[in-house]
């Protein structure tokens, strides 16, 4: 030890197979010596080199001490592992609309803002679209596939126009006199007029000039077709021997349109009040024809199937 005084010293050296374990002992003190791979053993007094070198062939890592850890005594030891619990999910709280729960203190509505008011009828209504379907197929048999083939043939050039005009007479004949003619009229009502029957008959016997409407009729195609106007715009007429009784100018109309677009419908067919179709609000039309007809100055246009509200 220090101070010069002798110390009694043994070494002893095991070389186990699987694991070698070098223990130094000093006079009341023993020392374990360790190491790693390729590092230094050193300790405070060492034994001879020739007892601590391994024996030939054997692995370094066979005759070193292992590595063994030491428990930290001062930290507090946990006997289990339990994993982190997770938050308490927080209560969901149903956000109730307060405004559905709150009474309607406004009207309840019986009638919709657009609202029906003339209706000519679904089969009259196929009948003529058909019609003019079935015209334009034979106007493409007759004068774009027949024609050509009597011209080119043996045939005289009155049988030639002749098959020309079985094509051409029932295209025009139709699309003249059905062209006017008037599917579906909506209105568009205010709020308080949509809420009884009565306030319905009273907006439309002082029905305002600038109420507006909405006109269907039937295209070349006969494809629906709609012309959106006042009811100041109408006025009542008679041309086409019978077959218009309305009409609009279309002046300002045409002048918004491009060259390439069909011109805006100006003459209207309206054949009679539709009672019977629409009950609940086809006498409407009725009475806006009468208010239309007495500020035009000539009276409303007689109609076939006009009925009298009782």
Not at 13 to 20: D, I, L, R
Not at 25 to 53: M, P, Y
Not at 113 to 126: C, D, P, Q, W
Request: hydrophobic residues 35%.
């Amino acid at each position: 030890m220090l101070g010069g005084s002798s110390m009694s010293r043994s070494c002893r050296h095991v070389h186990p197979t699987a694991s070698t374990t070098t223990t130094a002992t000093w006079s009341g003190r023993r020392v374990l010596s360790t190491a790693v791979l390729g590092s230094r053993i050193s300790t405070s007094d060492s034994c001879t080199s020739t007892q601590l070198r391994p024996s030939t062939g054997l692995p370094l890592i066979q005759w070193l001490p292992s590595l063994r850890s030491r428990p930290n005594l001062t930290a507090p030891m946990s006997t289990s592992k339990k994993p982190p619990s997770p938050p308490s999910a927080a209560p969901r709280t149903t956000q109730v609309d307060e405004t559905s729960k709150a009474p309607t203190t406004g009207p309840k509505f019986v009638y919709p803002e657009r609202l029906i008011i003339y209706h000519a009828g679904t089969g009259k209504i196929v009948f003529l679209a058909s019609l003019k379907l079935t015209t334009i197929f034979s106007f493409a048999l007759f004068d774009l596939w027949a024609f050509p083939t009597f011209v080119s043939g043996a045939a005289s050039i009155y049988q030639s126009l002749g098959i020309a005009l079985c094509g051409l007479i029932p295209l025009t004949y139709v699309a003249y006199t059905t062209t006017p003619y008037v599917t579906t009229i909506h209105m568009y009502i205010p709020q308080f007029a949509r809420v009884s029957a009565a306030n319905l008959e009273r907006f439309a016997k002082g029905v305002p000039p600038a109420t507006k409407l909405e006109i269907s009729t039937l295209s070349f195609i006969g494809k629906p077709r709609t012309s959106t106007l006042t009811v100041g715009d109408l006025k009542p007429t008679r041309k086409r021997w019978g077959m218009v009784n309305y009409e609009r100018d279309t002046t300002a109309a045409n002048a918004e349109r491009k060259w390439w677009r069909f011109r805006a419908v100006g003459e209207f067919n309206i054949q009679g009040a539709t009672e019977k179709k629409l009950p609940r609000s086809g006498w409407a039309w009725r009475i806006v024809n009468e208010v239309v007809g007495k500020r035009s100055g000539g009276g409303a246009p007689r109609e076939k199937g006009t009925q009298t509200k009782k």
